[in-house]
């Protein structure tokens, strides 16, 4: 008896998880009139659930056309079910994927604008040294020339050393720039760590070095593929279990009498 309750408890958690998820599914699809949508698909769950029971009861006392247009209606209304579970659950990623894809983005745009800032520096630090390069041969000749000749000299490297201590200043700010752009990456990533909805999928998708969008859909069809079938199968077998449990009662009733 404890199993059977517990039969019965899984196949109704099971119908009516894949029934909301379905109802919603279908709902947000028609959003132009949402909850006479929800009141028409939760009415067809509905319908489903009490038309398998009633085949498996009553198979033998209906009529032939009947049970092939309950058999035809509770088939159609399981694929309902599945599109329904398949809408919910892709409007529920794209919004994931979007959020990841936003945070990417900037990511992938800070990481540009690192580069940028780094190629930057190294152009400052080619000038710096190609200034100090032509210190030194200045300073190399002047011992050799007169104090005319070498006035233009001094003037030129006191504009070098002034150029240089303006190079070094900005690359002191681009080194600034470049340590708040590595704190944004960090905060970045620790904003996709907590999309964690796709973070498996994401590593299976580069894994098997396919779109992440694929292995999803993919995923969904698998689960849709067991959902609802399954909760049909547990409501037929809750009314075998059921069925059963009441027709060894009757027999020990008249074995008694």
Same mark, same amino acid.
């Given at each position: 008896m404890l199993f059977i309750l517990l039969l019965g408890f899984s196949a109704f958690l099971v119908a009516g998880s894949a029934a909301y998820f379905s109802v919603l599914g279908i709902a947000t699809l028609f959003a132009g009139s949402y909850y006479q949508t929800m009141i028409m698909a939760g009415s067809l769950e509905l319908g489903k659930i009490v038309a398998t029971s009633f085949l498996y009861r009553y198979w033998k006392k209906t009529t032939w056309w009947l049970r092939v247009y309950l058999i035809i209606a509770v088939l159609t209304l399981m694929g309902i079910t599945s599109l329904g579970?398949?809408?919910?659950?892709?409007? =529920?990623? &794209?919004? $994931? =994927?979007?959020q990841l894809g936003q945070v990417e983005? &900037?990511? $992938?745009l800070v990481e540009e604008q690192k580069t940028n800032i780094k190629s930057e520096i190294d152009q400052i630090n080619a000038r710096i040294t190609t200034l100090n390069e032509a210190r030194k041969s200045q300073e190399a000749r002047?011992?050799?020339?007169? #104090? #005319?000749?070498? =006035?233009?000299?001094?003037?030129?490297? =006191? #504009?070098?050393?002034?150029?240089?201590?303006?190079?070094? $200043? #900005?690359?002191?700010?681009? &080194?600034?720039?470049?340590?708040e752009k590595d704190n944004q990456i960090i905060a970045l990533s620790g904003e996709v760590a907590k999309v964690k909805d796709v973070g498996t999928f994401k590593f299976v998708a580069e894994q098997v070095n396919k779109p992440l969008d694929t292995i999803v859909v993919l995923f969904i069809c698998v689960l849709i593929f067991v959902f609802d079938p399954l909760a049909v199968a547990l409501i037929l077998a809750f009314n075998i279990a059921t069925r059963g449990s009441v027709l060894k009662e009757d027999s020990f009733d008249i074995k008694k009498k």
């Open positions: 579970i398949f809408g919910f659950l892709s409007a =529920a990623y &794209q919004t $994931t =994927a979007l983005s &900037q990511i $992938t002047l011992p050799s020339m007169s #104090r #005319r000749s070498a =006035a233009p000299v001094y003037e030129d490297m =006191a #504009r070098a050393a002034e150029e240089i201590k303006t190079l070094t $200043t #900005r690359i002191q700010e681009l &080194q600034t720039i470049q340590l």
